[in-house]
């Protein structure tokens, strides 16, 4: 059933992407071949006045097959012709699929938190100290007080407690720069030294930063909404920080997870929930994880994907300017096909991973 779900899932977030793009098109009066959802051989359709709308075998994928998207190719020339409209529309038709992701991120995000903190449950933990440990060595005005809320870590925005952890855990040095709110007002404590210790808590020996934090908050129709938004925010930073980590070879290739991985995931976290409603709400945090990730992914200026195809648009833009002419069509489908076959192949090695990842579990 969690095996189900999780694809019915990952088919309406590709989905919703296209369907961006198609509504997009169709805004700015672009002609619209075919709107497919899935890949593969037909397997329902309906001709419409001027689009083909079909249904595929397989549930992954789909497009939203434009007039005119190829200036080589039969009808370019015509006034609905994708190529033949302004730029600045072709770029917003283009980036429509990644907002559609974003927008299906958010309102999946706010299902979640309403689901999870209905009947009035506590859900999150708010970044603010509410005490210290036994033995904790920076307490005080140039360290941190009771009532101080997390505002940054090393830069990076803490929205929820969680992101305290995960940035502390990022944090290579000795010490840390950390913003709070203190009375009102943003307080910079620079090159702090907080790193693990050993405390004694609750009878127990742990290894813990020494901070105590609010205990869950009611989570106000307000705050769900709030939340949801930063759920949001933070998983588009999390591709950021992601794509920092394998850059600095924190984090390699293999570490990738494509459909298999994902599906396999959701399904793992469904089994081991311990009520329905939680293998609902993970499953469904994981989809709008993949939705944020999706959004981004797609505009990353690599050949073939949408970000690629607007970068060829501005380095066309940049060569008429200077040289006076149009760049050659051809040049820019040599460059999104070479973009495909790298895709195409990174698809295929994480898909093996996957599958040997999973056997090996």
């Known amino acids: 059933m969690y095996i189900i779900f999780s694809i019915l899932i990952l088919g309406f977030l590709i989905a919703i992407h296209e369907f961006g793009h198609f509504i997009a098109a169709r805004i700015f009066g672009v002609g619209v071949n075919e709107f497919a959802i899935g890949m593969g051989p037909k397997i329902l359709k309906k001709q419409g006045k001027k689009t083909l709308y079909s249904l595929r075998l397989i549930p992954f994928g789909g497009f939203c097959e434009m007039v005119g998207e190829d ?41 979640v938190y309403f689901i999870a903190a209905s009947g009035g449950n506590n859900y999150t933990t708010a970044p603010t100290v509410t005490g210290f440990m036994e033995g904790f060595p920076l307490e005080g ?50 090159d702090l030294p907080l790193r693990q210790q050993t405390y004694v808590y609750n009878g127990e020996t742990v290894l813990k930063y020494g901070l105590l934090f609010e205990d869950k908050i009611e989570m106000t129709t307000g705050r769900k909404l709030q939340y949801a938004w930063y759920n949001t925010i933070d998983y588009a930073r999390q ?15 293999s570490d990738l997870t494509g459909v298999v991985g994902v599906i396999d995931m959701m399904n793992d976290v469904g089994q081991e929930a311990d009520t329905l409603k939680d293998a609902v709400t993970s499953i469904l945090s994981i989809g709008a994880l993949i939705a944020v990730n999706l959004g981004i992914f797609n505009l990353l200026p690599i050949p073939g994907l949408d970000g690629g195809r607007i970068l060829v648009m501005f ?28 895709m195409m192949g990174l698809m295929i090695f994480v898909l093996f991973n996957d599958v040997v990842r999973i056997i090996g579990s």
């Open 239 to 253: 591709v950021r920080i992601s794509v920092q980590m394998i850059a600095r070879g924190q984090a390699g290739i």
């Open 71 to 111: 200036e080589e190719e039969e009808g370019a020339d015509r006034p609905d012709s994708f190529n033949r409209k302004a730029g600045w529309k072709r770029i917003i038709i283009l980036v429509a699929g990644a907002f559609m992701n974003f927008v299906a991120g958010f309102l999946i995000l706010v299902i």
């Open 315 to 342: 380095v066309s833009w940049a060569y008429f300017k200077i040289a006076k002419r149009k760049l050659n069509a051809k040049y820019e489908g040599y460059v999104n096909f070479g973009g495909f076959v790298v």
């Open 141 to 190: 005005e140039e360290g941190l007080m009771a009532g101080d809320t997390i505002y940054e870590v090393n830069g990076e925005r803490v929205y929820y407690f969680s992101n305290f952890n995960a940035f502390m855990y990022l944090n290579t040095g000795d010490t840390v720069d950390l913003v709070v709110i203190r009375d009102g007002e943003k307080v910079t404590l620079g």
